[in-house]
Protein backbone atom coordinates (compact mmCIF):
# COMPACT_ATOMS: atom_id res chain seq x y z
CA UNK A 1 0.00 0.00 0.00
CA UNK A 2 1.24 3.40 -0.93
CA UNK A 3 -1.17 5.65 0.51
CA UNK A 4 -4.43 5.93 2.34
CA UNK A 5 -6.30 9.15 2.41
CA UNK A 6 -8.77 11.26 0.42
CA UNK A 7 -8.98 12.26 -2.89
CA UNK A 8 -8.59 16.43 -2.35
CA UNK A 9 -8.49 17.74 -6.25
CA UNK A 10 -9.11 16.25 -9.75
CA UNK A 11 -7.67 17.63 -12.83
CA UNK A 12 -9.36 15.75 -16.13
CA UNK A 13 -9.58 16.66 -19.51
CA UNK A 14 -8.95 14.79 -22.60
CA UNK A 15 -5.92 14.71 -25.25
CA UNK A 16 -6.16 12.57 -28.37
CA UNK A 17 -9.04 10.55 -26.84
CA UNK A 18 -6.92 9.87 -24.40
CA UNK A 19 -8.41 10.97 -20.31
CA UNK A 20 -5.56 12.67 -18.92
CA UNK A 21 -5.13 14.83 -15.71
CA UNK A 22 -4.45 14.12 -11.57
CA UNK A 23 -5.36 14.06 -8.79
CA UNK A 24 -4.09 14.65 -5.18
CA UNK A 25 -5.02 13.28 -2.35
CA UNK A 26 -4.21 13.81 1.46
CA UNK A 27 -3.78 11.61 4.61
CA UNK A 28 -6.02 12.51 7.37
CA UNK A 29 -3.21 11.58 9.69
CA UNK A 30 -0.56 13.35 8.21
CA UNK A 31 0.45 16.42 6.77
CA UNK A 32 1.67 13.06 3.45
CA UNK A 33 0.35 14.09 0.21
CA UNK A 34 0.48 12.32 -3.16
CA UNK A 35 0.08 13.36 -6.11
CA UNK A 36 -0.87 10.71 -9.40
CA UNK A 37 -1.08 11.35 -12.95
CA UNK A 38 -2.67 9.35 -15.42
CA UNK A 39 -3.17 9.03 -18.97
CA UNK A 40 -6.38 6.97 -19.12
CA UNK A 41 -4.17 4.47 -17.11
CA UNK A 42 -2.78 5.70 -13.41
CA UNK A 43 1.10 6.59 -14.72
CA UNK A 44 2.99 8.22 -11.72
CA UNK A 45 2.92 8.58 -7.76
CA UNK A 46 4.79 10.84 -5.59
CA UNK A 47 4.40 11.03 -1.74
CA UNK A 48 5.50 14.21 -0.46
CA UNK A 49 7.53 14.86 -4.19
CA UNK A 50 9.04 12.03 -4.26
CA UNK A 51 8.13 9.27 -7.46
CA UNK A 52 7.18 6.02 -5.68
CA UNK A 53 5.46 4.34 -8.52
CA UNK A 54 5.99 4.66 -12.09
CA UNK A 55 4.85 2.82 -15.19
CA UNK A 56 4.90 -0.22 -16.13
CA UNK A 57 4.46 -0.98 -12.85
CA UNK A 58 1.13 -0.62 -11.81
CA UNK A 59 -0.96 1.79 -9.83
CA UNK A 60 -4.54 1.07 -8.24
CA UNK A 61 -6.86 3.76 -6.44
CA UNK A 62 -9.35 1.77 -4.43
CA UNK A 63 -12.52 2.67 -2.64
CA UNK A 64 -11.60 2.59 1.09
CA UNK A 65 -14.38 0.81 2.30
CA UNK A 66 -15.58 -1.48 -0.24
CA UNK A 67 -12.10 -2.34 -2.35
CA UNK A 68 -13.95 -1.67 -5.17
CA UNK A 69 -11.30 0.04 -7.66
CA UNK A 70 -11.43 3.60 -8.73
CA UNK A 71 -11.23 4.50 -12.27
CA UNK A 72 -9.77 8.09 -13.49
CA UNK A 73 -12.93 8.72 -15.17
CA UNK A 74 -14.74 8.47 -11.94
CA UNK A 75 -12.24 10.05 -9.38
CA UNK A 76 -14.23 12.37 -7.36
CA UNK A 77 -13.38 15.37 -4.75
CA UNK A 78 -13.95 13.57 -1.20
CA UNK A 79 -13.75 10.14 -2.04
CA UNK A 80 -11.89 7.97 0.45
CA UNK A 81 -9.12 5.83 -0.88
CA UNK A 82 -6.40 3.36 -0.78
CA UNK A 83 -3.59 4.02 -3.39
CA UNK A 84 -1.49 0.14 -4.16
CA UNK A 85 1.30 -0.56 -6.40
CA UNK A 86 2.15 -3.80 -7.86
CA UNK A 87 5.34 -4.73 -10.11
CA UNK A 88 5.26 -5.01 -13.36
CA UNK A 89 6.49 -8.56 -14.36
CA UNK A 90 10.34 -8.64 -15.93
CA UNK A 91 8.68 -9.05 -19.46
CA UNK A 92 6.85 -5.63 -19.17
CA UNK A 93 10.24 -4.10 -17.82
CA UNK A 94 12.17 -4.81 -20.64
CA UNK A 95 14.35 -2.37 -23.03
CA UNK A 96 11.79 -3.48 -25.48
CA UNK A 97 8.53 -2.96 -23.77
CA UNK A 98 9.89 0.23 -21.89
CA UNK A 99 9.49 2.04 -25.71
CA UNK A 100 6.33 0.83 -25.94
CA UNK A 101 4.40 0.95 -22.22
CA UNK A 102 7.32 3.16 -20.49
CA UNK A 103 7.45 6.41 -18.81
CA UNK A 104 8.05 7.98 -22.44
CA UNK A 105 4.97 6.54 -24.08
CA UNK A 106 3.06 7.84 -21.59
CA UNK A 107 4.32 11.23 -21.92
CA UNK A 108 6.69 11.33 -18.27
CA UNK A 109 10.20 12.61 -18.36
CA UNK A 110 11.36 10.48 -15.43
CA UNK A 111 13.05 7.13 -16.26
CA UNK A 112 11.41 3.96 -14.96
CA UNK A 113 12.81 2.52 -11.68
CA UNK A 114 10.94 -0.54 -10.37
CA UNK A 115 8.81 -0.29 -7.74
CA UNK A 116 10.84 -2.44 -5.62
CA UNK A 117 13.77 -0.16 -5.93
CA UNK A 118 12.44 3.28 -5.14
CA UNK A 119 13.51 4.72 -1.59
CA UNK A 120 10.24 4.22 -0.38
CA UNK A 121 9.89 2.48 2.37
CA UNK A 122 6.58 1.53 3.68
CA UNK A 123 6.08 4.58 6.60
CA UNK A 124 4.33 7.56 5.69
Not at 29 to 49: I, M, P, Q, T
Request: glycine share 8%.
Amino acid sequence: MLFDGKVQDVIRGTDEGWTVGSVTMSSGDSDDELFVSFRNEYSLAKLNGKTVAIVPDLLFILDRETGEAITAETLRYGQRVKVIGVAATEEMRSEQALEVIGPKASKILEPFVRLEDLAWNGEQ
